[in-house]
């Protein structure tokens, strides 16, 4: 113990996470901390894991309900859903063993927009939350939190949940104190004001989260790195995409819909994301900012570049090369990058404000430019809808991207109906493809369908695209949106069937 907990009383809370573990009881409800692999708490979600393991080998039964910010790391997700001890889950997650368990129907989950967690658990709906688990940077004197990587849920979590678990994680680099924006201006309904935050670099609020000190029930000491994933070199498909977004920013600046620091900037995670940004350091762009959720490798280039002057999210979420980097020079960029709570981040009210331009991954579209975001074949889920519906709808410009085709050329994902939506079509302004860029703004649903087929489908699955819609155009029950109901998902059923997707 050293100066990170520079408060006696907090001091005195100090112990090892199978004491801490033993705190939490089971069939009640834990909010942790962590916005992807970033800022979650490791050691006590470990122990609890075992003691539920123990639990279960003596036939006692042992499930908890987790809320966390968004995806966490295999220390908390991972070996809660190993241990079965996980009986429902929000709000994002792209943890495998839990993917597989709520797929084989043995895990609840409920996922959420993400900026809606925060007011929803304010406003009751989401019921009592027993016992929240927070990674934190350090304790200062006054009983303040210092946060970590990530802010997430966290300042709602330490002001709802009844009892307090602290992980300190000296790996954390103190310097990060200052870098936090906790806005605590959030009131519910009918007494709810303006979010005072007009510009990308604002900040509102607190360097860090308040906590009453009566409620710390431990503190475990961690030394224990981020651990997010690293970035695939870009792709042929995902440098074609990147082209081709690129060129539509060009076009809209030269058009004077966009002035030429763009506007603030939103993407998405994944590599074809991580590509565009890297691609926006060799564009004829100045001074751009960043409103968005997660930082990734491509935006902190872009930011060494030069070219980004500053960007708000609510987590950083780097390569382990880079979190290496960026964690030891922390303090450098401390006036440049705002973490705030998610609720903050993804606050519609702000994304229309500031007029972001939103650029996400999809599952796939359909001839209309409805998105899917979330589910494969209808019924699996692959992650949750995170952001992207904060964002879309609220963007100055949303923008959807992917691949034409998925699994090798079996998968078009480019579908005369999509199997899920997330994102009606009036949420969705531009698709882009390896194939192209279908800029859908004002158009009518056939003029949409007419776009989209041209420019983003893959020549493979062109001709039966074509075909279905001249088909529908014949024999659609209304001539709106044409759609032939019979056929609309047998694209999808076919792949389940068969294995692909391709006509017969
Ligand atoms: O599966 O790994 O088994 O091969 O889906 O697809 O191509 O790796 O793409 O990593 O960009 O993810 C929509 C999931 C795209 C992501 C999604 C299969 C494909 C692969 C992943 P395998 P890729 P990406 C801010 C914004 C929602 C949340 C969001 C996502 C796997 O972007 O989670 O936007 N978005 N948040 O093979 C069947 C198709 C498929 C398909 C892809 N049409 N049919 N399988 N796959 N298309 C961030 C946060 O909210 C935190």
Not at 130 to 154: C, F, H, K, M
Not at 288 to 309: C, F, H, N, P, W
Not at 456 to 467: K, M, N, T
Not at 496 to 504: E, I
């Amino acid at each position: 113990t050293d100066d990170r907990i520079a408060s006696a009383r907090h001091r005195a809370k100090v112990m090892s996470a199978e004491d801490a573990a033993i705190l939490i009881a089971p069939n009640t409800t834990v909010g942790l901390s962590g916005f992807t692999a970033s800022g979650y708490p490791t050691a006590v979600p470990l122990a609890l894991a075992a003691r539920i393991e123990a639990e279960h080998a003596a036939g006692r039964p042992f499930k908890l309900r987790i809320w966390t910010g968004a995806s966490t790391g295999p220390e908390l997700d991972g070996a809660l859903a190993k241990a079965d001890g996980i009986e429902f889950r929000l709000p994002y997650n792209s943890d495998p063993t839990c993917r597989d368990r709520i797929n084989r129907g043995e895990m609840a989950y409920s996922d959420m927009h993400l900026s809606q967690v925060a007011p929803v658990a304010w406003q009751g709906f989401l019921g009592p939350l027993d016992t929240a688990i927070i990674q934190v940077t350090g304790i200062r004197e006054d009983g303040a939190l210092i946060p970590a990587s990530s802010v997430g849920n966290n300042k709602t979590w330490l002001d709802r949940a009844s009892q307090v678990i602290l992980e300190v994680n000296r790996w954390q680099n103190p310097e990060l104190l200052g870098m936090h924006d906790i806005y605590y201006g959030t009131a519910l309904p009918p007494n709810r004001v303006p979010i005072p935050l007009i510009r990308a670099g604002d900040r509102i609020g607190e360097p860090c989260f308040r906590c009453d000190p009566d409620k710390i029930v431990a503190i475990v000491e961690t030394d224990q790195p981020d651990r997010n994933a690293g970035f695939t070199a870009p792709g042929p498909d995902d440098l074609a995409i990147a082209g081709h977004l690129l060129e539509f920013l060009e076009h809209e600046v030269s058009k004077g819909r966009l002035p030429p620091s763009l506007l603030p900037l939103q993407s998405g995670v994944g590599n074809t994301a991580n590509a565009v940004l890297t691609g926006l350091i060799d564009a004829p762009f100045e001074d751009l900012s960043a409103y968005t959720e997660v930082i990734q490798d491509g935006m902190m280039a872009l930011m060494d570049s030069g070219k980004l002057r500053v960007a708000s999210s609510t987590a950083l979420s780097l390569s382990p090369e880079l979190t290496e980097r960026v964690n030891r020079s922390m303090g450098d960029y401390r006036d440049r990058i705002i973490l705030r709570p998610q609720e903050i981040s993804n606050h519609p009210e702000v994304i229309r404000r500031l007029g972001c331009i939103a650029m996400n991954g999809m599952i796939e579209a359909d001839i209309y430019g409805n998105v899917n975001s979330t589910h494969i074949m209808g019924s699996r889920i692959q992650n949750g809808i995170g952001g992207s519906g904060d964002f879309a709808r609220n963007a100055y410009i949303s923008i959807f991207m992917s691949a034409s085709t998925a699994k090798g050329g079996k998968i078009s994902t480019l579908v005369p109906a999509v199997s899920h939506v997330d994102h009606i079509n009036q949420d969705v302004q531009v698709i882009v493809t390896e194939q192209g860029l279908a800029d859908l703004r004002g158009l009518s649903p056939k003029q949409r369908a007419r776009v989209v087929i041209d420019t983003c489908a893959h020549p493979s699955f062109r001709p039966a695209l074509e075909d279905y819609y001249q088909r529908a155009l014949k024999g659609s029950y209304g001539l709106q949106t044409p759609m032939l109901l019979d056929e609309a998902l047998s694209w999808h059923s076919r792949f389940v069937r068969s294995g692909s997707m391709a006509p017969l």
